[in-house]
Structures are given as C-alpha cells and as structure tokens.
C-alpha cells in the first residue's frame, strides 16, 4: 500500500513537471555580455540589447502548394527538388504519412476535434486538405 502510493505521488509529479513545460510557450531572448559571451534565457538583463529567439517544437509540416497548383498536380522544380532531397527523408514519418493516408481513403467516417473541443466528423473539404497535406509528406520522405 506504501509503495503504491509513492508511486501515484511519483506518477503524479513527472505528468505535471512534463505537461506544465509543454504548456509553458513562453519567450527565448539571446543577448552577449560584456565579455562578448551569448547567452539565452526568458528574462534578459535590463541593461543589454536582446534579440527574440523564434522557437519551434516538435516536426514542421511541409509548406502547401502555391494556390495555383493544387499539391496533387505539383510536378514543378519546386516538389521535384524536395523529393530528392535525402535530408528530408524519414521513413517513420513515411510510414505515418502512408498509413494516415489509407485512413482517410477508406472511406470511414474520421472524428476529429473541432476549434470548441467538440467531437465532429471530418468533411469532404478537409478530407481533400488532409489527403494533400500526406500526399506531400509522402513525396518529401519516403
């Protein structure tokens, strides 16, 4: 019973440390001392010129298709170089691209979230934007 209640506490205090840091967006700045030494960190010193620092987490999605030319017709220079470009392959991502894909194409309904938190089925139009959005992926890292 002891131990199982360490545990929980444990279990506890490692989701809110872990869910609190993903929650917390807050502003990178970067600045030099006198020294000439950069330093980084979310409150710079008052007497020093900081520069914002933009940060990212997680994987970026591959930038859509010039309205033009739908992601699907995309045969330019611009998917032609990407394609072959072997910094961006990834077979995980491949892999969840495909499988995401086959998803979409069966035909199912697919739940998603809508922007108030309620359960929606997904649409024809945002079926299309998805199927571009893995198309995409697919082209880039597999």
Known sequence: MKFSSILMAAGILFASI????????????????????VHYGEHPPKDVQAKLVKTRIGHS????????????ANTGTTQGTTSNDESLKDADRCSKAKHNLDVINSGAPIRIRSDEGASVIMDEAEKIKQRNMYQLIINQAC
Do not use: F, H, I
């Open 18 to 37: 872990s869910l609190g840091s993903v929650a917390k967006e807050g502003k990178v700045y970067t600045w030099k001392d006198g020294k000439g030494v």
């Open 61 to 72: 999605d591959p930038l859509p298709a010039s309205p033009s030319t739908p992601a699907t």
